[in-house]
């Protein structure tokens, strides 16, 4: 029996973290904040009193923002009119697309390769050795295990390279 309470709950949690957070999340709301909604009512006040008819009329701060961002936009919507206005048409034929070879795999070409190799190998006994037969016999299953163990690492076993 073990010597821990069944009433007790476990809490599970991850491993200490080994820094120190410094910059915290945004939703946070740092000590001694300034309430910018405040302050810009407090501007829009000012800027009222001293007659400025622009930012008088607005009623809240996202009326201010939002005539900010239509003022911008409309700003940025005619300096691209006249920038497109003022180019010209292409003249110039557009250069012709040149065929691409096929790039090979090297998957293949590394197969390929390998039984190239063994096949130099294997060609030396069955050039000696020519007249018997059970050498000859010998190295063709040779060859014909060998090409199939490697074929077996390159598509089984490897992964992609």
């Known amino acids: 029996m073990s010597d821990e309470k069944e009433d007790e709950r476990k809490f599970y949690t991850l491993k200490p973290k080994l820094f120190e957070r410094v910059n915290r999340p945004v939703h946070e709301e740092p000590q001694g904040a300034i309430d ?8 829009l006040a000012a800027d ?4 400025s008819p622009a930012k008088s009329s607005l009623s809240s701060p996202a009326d201010a923002k939002n005539s900010l961002i239509a003022a ?4 940025l919507s005619t300096e691209m009119t006249a920038a497109a206005q003022s180019m010209a048409p292409r003249t110039d034929p557009m250069p012709p697309v040149l065929p691409v070879a096929p790039v090979g795999s090297r998957r293949k070409k590394d197969f390929w390769t390998t039984i190239a190799c ?3 190998v294997l060609a030396v006994p069955a050039f000696f050795f020519r007249q018997s ?19 077996w690492i390159f598509w089984g076993i490897m992964d992609r390279y």
Do not use: E, P
């Open 36 to 43: 910018v909604q405040a302050m810009l009512q407090q501007n």
């Open 72 to 75: 911008d936009t409309q700003k």
């Open 118 to 120: 063994a096949a130099g």
């Open 133 to 151: 037969d059970l050498v000859l016999i010998g190295v063709a299953s040779a060859f014909v295990l060998f090409t199939v163990v490697v074929a």
């Open 48 to 51: 009222a009193d001293r007659g």
